[in-house]
């Protein structure tokens, strides 16, 4: 099968990245191991063609696309989905394409028109996922949603890996919304020690890695930040990811602030590429992920493949990973004093009761092997495209009888 992949972004080789990037790394090399064709068209920095690991490359230069409109979020999302599908329509023109899978990041899919069998994987729903307002305003955020809704439209089916975001978006769109999760493969072929032999290897540390802002929970973590350092004299905090400003406030100093006079105990790092962070996850004491809302995070999956107690928030999509005191533990979302006591339970654990637990979350991830997840994604495009052409071969039979009847009258 050939499978065109349309995105906001793929992942650069030696250069930190996000949860889309990744997955899209991971699905189309397990696509390419089962004896599939995947290819990408993806924004970036320039206009270009590239062969990587066996895999055609399309990148679109979209880079510059706010500056055009000012920031306008409307007009430059419209302008990505117009850039990207002149190339999926291009590229279709000049390779044998079997189906299109679009994401819903910055909609843009809206702009497609073509007779390719299509689907759109849902990354997020910002209705959703941004639904606490404080990184995006409420007319930002109708729009986003909207535009993802419209760009569904344009294609044939919507899938998603999160069955929460599966079920919100498939309500307000009218239409079902199959969830099929994210697989995992370990793409480190050798790890770097380099953080850790500088910074941590005789250190019990709890980690946190992820984008650093609010929707991830990190006004959460903050808020117990310091009681937890107060009480726990032998721990460090380590955070990992691509920094941001929460209410325009850069994040990594509202952290510090929040730590105190324990601030010397807590490491902020920009995002890592994996050979790098892979080790910080290895070394940790636990994981804790108190998101607001999100998408079967990346985070979640790669912190129990390496056997890691991961504190998730119930209702915000762990609970498809984390059957809480069995595997990880849950906490409400939002709830501060909820977290830190989680993490109390975590660090007191005797010894058995933490290497039950470690060893359920790294079975969990088994489940998430191409073998299984990637299977599941080809059916689903067969039956797509199957559907597509029964669709095709109704409307010609009704052309013809259109046609048959019109001579008849004549």
Not at 210 to 223: F, N, Q, R
Request: net charge positive; with cysteine; hydrophobic share 40%.
């Amino acid at each position: 099968m050939r499978v065109l992949f349309a995105a906001t972004e793929y992942i650069e080789k030696g250069k930190p990245t996000t949860g889309f990037p990744t997955y899209l790394y991971r699905v189309s090399m397990s696509l390419l191991q089962l004896g599939h064709k995947p290819m990408i068209i993806a924004g970036g920095g320039y206009d270009g063609y590239r062969v990587e690991d066996g895999i055609e490359i399309w990148t679109v230069r979209t880079d510059g696309c706010g500056k055009v409109f000012s920031g306008n979020v409307t007009l430059t999302s419209l302008l990505i989905s117009f850039l990207i599908n002149r190339k999926v329509h291009q590229v279709i023109k000049e390779r044998s394409v079997d189906i299109v899978q679009f994401t819903s990041l910055a909609g843009i899919a809206a702009f497609y028109h073509g007779n390719t069998p299509a689907v759109m994987r849902l990354s997020s729903y910002a209705k959703t996922y941004f639904s606490s307002l404080l990184t995006y305003d409420a007319r930002t955020l109708a729009f986003r949603a909207a535009l993802e809704r419209f760009a569904a439209q344009r294609c044939n089916a919507v899938f998603a890996p999160c069955a929460i975001t599966a079920k919100d978006f498939g309500k307000d769109c009218g239409r079902k919304v199959q969830v099929i999760e994210t697989p995992f493969v370990n793409d480190v072929r050798q790890m770097d020690y380099e953080y850790v032999d500088q910074y941590l290897r005789d250190k019990k540390y709890v980690l946190f890695f992820g984008s650093l802002y609010a929707e991830k929970g990190i006004l959460v973590i903050a808020e117990i930040l310091r009681e937890f350092l107060r009480e726990n004299k032998d721990y460090y905090f380590v955070f990992v990811g691509e920094i941001r400003n929460i209410n325009g406030e850069d994040a990594r100093r509202v952290l510090r602030n929040a730590a105190g006079e324990f601030s010397d105990r807590v490491f902020i790092w920009k995002a890592l590429c994996h050979d790098k962070l892979y080790p910080i996850i290895e070394y940790s004491d636990f994981v804790v992920l108190p998101s607001l809302m999100d998408n079967f995070p990346n985070a979640c999956i790669e912190a129990m493949y390496f056997s890691k107690i991961v504190i998730g928030t119930k209702g915000a999509s762990f609970e498809q990973l984390i059957i809480s005191g069995c595997n990880g533990f849950l906490c409400r979302i939002g709830d501060s004093r909820d977290l830190l006591e989680k993490m109390c339970i975590v660090t007191n654990l005797d010894e058995m009761e933490r290497k039950y637990i470690e060893k359920n979350a790294h079975d969990t991830t088994k489940r998430l092997q191409p073998e299984y997840v990637v299977k599941k994604l080809v059916r689903f495009y067969e039956y797509v495209i199957s559907g597509s052409k029964r669709h095709e071969a109704e409307r010609k039979s009704n052309r013809k009888r259109i046609s048959q009847c019109n001579c008849t009258s004549i």
